[in-house]
């Protein structure tokens, strides 16, 4: 009696949130969105995406060359400019740069997508720089971007996306890539809560694993090979080759099984600009919403026990101790 009543509530709800989210807004060729990181992967897919909605795209490039090949590819409304947002001048001409183009208009979407990963490792084999490098990009970038744009956001009411990753939602490997995302992850939750009052949206998208430089395989083998070449002498006798192989290859292994349909997270990130009422959070990929973000939800000692499973033993795991 219950069970059934219970289902056709959950279906309601279901289809009253896709109802809901299925509103798109009126007049994008008037919007502005700032996105950065477009040289190569989601970014660059996503300027030519909205480019083609008819919206106006500032595409902030890291290099002459991918903002160059963007151009090539987009309509005049898209403007490019140099953007590196670990540099915090670089960053507040770019402002000022989108300040002058948006005027009194303000600036509608602001997406911060660019990120790096490298290198992914055993926490013990980094230093604080192998971290630093990374949180610089993806949290501290982020954070400088988002404060120096908000009063152009507050004025158009407009919206916030940031990527973040299902390495938000649930620690896959070591060094400071994870750490960055569920920084993200806080960060807009936080300035979610600050900007209600305004009007201003943020959502957080979570890409599962895709085909991108974050992603690459053989970078990050090269970065392997490196830090390994480099450790001491301890931690190299203490892990031993065949950790390190068996690490190697498990990273390459998952790094190859990465889905090359980037279109599912720009499609995401331009529903956060464009709907009505975007949502929160989007979980973006298969693997991301049949694995990952459930197991997320589990008790962290049976994720530590499955991510366990994966995982060889160091050649010297110290005497053990009996008895206590
Ligand atoms: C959309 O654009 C049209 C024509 O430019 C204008 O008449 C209308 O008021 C705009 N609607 C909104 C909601 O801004
Ligand atoms: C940011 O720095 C780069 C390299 O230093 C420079 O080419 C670019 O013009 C700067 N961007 C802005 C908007 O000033």
Redesign the pocket.
């Known amino acids: 009696m219950w069970l059934p009543l219970l289902v056709v509530i959950f279906i309601l709800i279901l289809v009253y949130r896709w109802h809901r989210h299925s509103y798109i ?3 994008l060729s ?1 919007k502005y969105v700032l996105i950065t990181g477009c040289d190569t992967g989601f970014g660059n897919l996503l300027a030519k995406q909205l480019d083609q909605r008819g919206m106006r795209v500032l595409a902030a490039c890291l290099t002459d060359k991918g903002a160059e090949d963007l151009k090539k590819e987009t309509s005049s409304r898209l403007q490019t400019a140099i953007l590196d947002v670990t540099n915090i001048q670089n960053v507040s001409s770019v402002a000022k740069w989108v300040a002058g183009i948006v005027n009194e208009k303000g600036l509608w979407g602001l997406v911060n997508n660019a990120g790096i990963s490298i290198p992914i490792a055993p926490n013990e084999w980094l230093t604080k720089e192998d971290f630093f490098r990374i949180l610089n990009v993806n949290l501290l970038g982020t954070v400088d971007v988002t404060l120096k744009m908000l009063p152009l956001i507050r004025k158009a009411r407009g919206r916030v996306v940031n990527v973040a990753s299902i390495c938000g939602r649930i620690s896959i490997c070591g060094g400071g890539y994870c750490l960055s995302k569920y920084a993200v992850e806080s960060f807009s939750d936080s300035i979610r809560r600050d900007m209600m009052p305004f009007g201003v949206k943020i959502s957080i998208v979570e890409p599962g694993f895709f085909k991108t430089r974050v992603a690459d395989a053989s970078l990050q083998k090269e970065a392997l090979t490196n830090i390994w070449a480099k450790a001491t002498e301890e931690v190299r006798r203490t892990y031993g080759q065949n950790y390190y192989d068996k690490y190697c290859s498990t990273v390459e292994q998952s790094l190859e099984k990465c889905s090359p349909n980037l279109f599912l997270v720009t499609d995401c990130i331009e529903h956060a600009l464009t709907a009505v009422y975007p949502k929160t959070r989007y979980s973006a990929g298969w693997d991301a919403k049949l694995f990952f973000i459930p197991l997320s939800y589990l008790p962290t000692s049976w994720v530590d026990f499955l991510i366990s499973l994966r995982q060889t033993k160091p050649a010297e795991i110290g005497a053990i101790s009996k008895g206590h």
């Open positions: 807004l009126q007049n008037d």
